[in-house]
Nanobody, 117 residues
Framework: QVQLVESGGGLVQAGGSLRLSCVASGTLFTLHVMGWYRQAPGKQRELVATITTEGITNYEDSVKDRFTISRDDVKNTVYLQMNSLNSEDTAVYYC???????????WGQGTQVTVSS
């Protein structure tokens, strides 16, 4: 079974930085698309950033100038470097992976990111 395990969440001051990591295990093949989603209280889960094995990235508009997604396929790991954090970034962040664009999603358990003023 595919398992995604996140780490790196926590409490950070506004303007600070945080780096999230997600390690995938139990994969038969490389997950073509990996990424990060987040869910704030009272809101639906939304895409933060994704990256393909070819290095193609997509970002939500509010984070595209502040966050950087990367991956290491040897380690089967995806990262999210978050800079200039603000209160709107406070959410539970979930790691996501899939074998194809229209394939089934695999999800991590989530990690809490809290940005204080």
């Amino acid at each position: 079974q595919v398992q995604l395990v996140e780490s790196g969440g926590g409490l950070v001051q506004a303007g600070g930085s945080l780096r999230l990591s997600c390690v995938a295990s139990g994969t038969l093949f490389t997950l073509h698309v990996m990424g990060w989603y987040r869910q704030a209280p009272g809101k639906q889960r939304e895409l933060v950033a994704t990256i393909t094995t070819e290095g193609i990235t997509n970002y939500e508009d509010s984070v595209k100038d502040r966050f950087t997604i990367s991956r290491d396929d040897v380690k089967n790991t995806v990262y999210l470097q978050m800079n200039s954090l603000n209160s709107e970034d406070t959410a539970v962040y979930y790691c996501n992976g899939r074998y194809s664009s229209n394939g089934n999603n695999f999800w991590g358990q989530g990690t809490q990111v809290t940005v204080s003023s």
